[in-house]
């Protein structure tokens, strides 16, 4: 089995169904096959889209100097 983008257990959801779209507000999904549904619920038609996910933020990096890294 191939591993696919963002690994093979991703949970379902209408955020991230080819079918949908966020509302304006982004309460909500906007569905083709379902009509307005809930952002985390999910049905029998969920196609996963990848480009659909958001990634998280990436954490600062902390302020060093050139003290930090010095070997004595």
Do not use: W
């Amino acid at each position: 089995m191939r591993k696919k983008l963002y690994g093979n257990t991703v949970q379902p959801s209408c955020e991230h169904c080819a079918h949908g779209r966020k509302s304006f507000d982004g309460n909500a999904v906007l569905c083709d096959r379902k009509g307005v549904m809930p952002l985390y619920h999910h049905c029998r038609k969920f196609r996963y889209d990848p480009l659909k996910r958001i990634p998280l933020r990436q954490p600062r990096l902390g302020s060093y100097t050139e003290e930090d890294f010095r070997i004595e």
